[in-house]
């Protein structure tokens, strides 16, 4: 990936902006040492899908439905073996319970199998993980997507075809890229094409509705802003949750089922926004965001 910034000016330029930004924006964060990164919390127990929900389309939520989502030997895959008939545009998503703001996300995903007979194309090799998500309780059963932001994963279909990981797209939502909101519905990133069944490791930094970085094998692929609602995509939703030009502050994180079998470990999360009081029983060395009601003494 090195070799390739420093022959590709266009990606050399992109990937200086992305890590000047990153430290400057970041600066407290970016001279943590590893022993002051504390505060990682594994969101699945290794056993079973406790404290997720599951929505997919054609379904009410909390409806797993073919038993789509699923845990095994602390891999949770994204299957479709009992599903009948065709995919029947049966998009999927488990949801985190809890939302967050301000986070550091990780975790690392393939792809395997085969797609599901009827999935659409461009699902191929295709999933991904939404943030600032809609609570899925708000969705209705024909609602196709969340109003959310996602970090794309994809894996490259073509032997001397590019097709970068990393990238955002936006159901319901815009974000600002240099320095204005962007028409795509999705961005690619500054990433490698990454074939067959191959872990990846994904992380995205959120700052609320302010800053987001994706990260791809450790180095910064993708950046952009002030996420919020609006644009197209999202469909059959709840008039009332769509409020274009809202920004997006905090909500909820989910993986997503597309037609395509994929497996995801080691998902775990770092809460960014928390009490910044040194005195306080909770202090927390990571926060870089606020919250002085958080704090116990």
């Not at 127990?45 to 030997?73: S, V």
């Not at 073996?81 to 949801?95: M, S, V």
């Not at 993986?255 to 009490?275: H, T, Y």
């Amino acid at each position: 990936m090195k070799s390739k910034l420093i022959f590709n000016p266009i990606l050399l330029v992109q990937g200086f902006i992305l890590l000047f930004s990153l430290c400057f924006v970041n600066k407290s964060f970016a001279q943590k040492t590893p022993e002051e990164m504390k505060g990682w919390k594994e969101m699945f127990n290794g056993k079973n899908l406790d404290g997720w929900t599951a929505k997919i389309h054609h379904y009410e939520t909390g409806d797993n439905y073919g038993h789509t989502f699923r845990m095994k030997d602390g891999i949770i895959e994204v299957r479709y073996d009992e599903y009948e008939g065709d995919f029947n545009d049966r998009f999927g998503h488990l949801y985190y319970d809890t939302p967050y703001s301000y986070f550091l996300l990780s975790m690392e995903y393939r792809f395997v199998g085969e797609v599901h007979p009827g999935t659409p194309s461009y699902a191929y090799k295709n999933s991904g993980v939404m943030f600032h998500s809609q609570d899925p309780r708000t969705m209705l059963k024909e609602q196709d997507w969340p109003i959310s932001v996602e970090m794309q994963f994809l894996a490259g279909l073509e032997e001397g075809k590019a097709r970068p990981t990393g990238n955002m797209c936006s159901p319901g939502t815009d974000v600002v890229f240099r320095e204005k909101i962007d028409p795509r519905h999705c961005i690619n990133s500054a990433s490698e094409t990454y074939f067959g069944d191959q872990w990846v490791k994904a992380e995205i930094i959120v700052l609320g509705d302010s800053l987001v970085t994706h990260f791809i094998n450790d180095f910064p692929v993708l950046q952009y802003t002030n996420p919020q609602i609006g644009g197209g995509v999202v469909n059959r939703y709840d008039p009332k949750m769509k409020i274009d030009g809202k920004l997006l502050s905090e909500g909820f994180i989910a993986l997503q089922s597309e037609g395509q079998p994929i497996d995801f470990k080691n998902v775990r999360i770092m809460n960014l926004k928390g009490c910044m009081d040194p005195e306080a029983k909770n202090f927390g060395p990571q926060f870089l965001k606020s919250d002085p009601e958080s704090c116990e003494y």
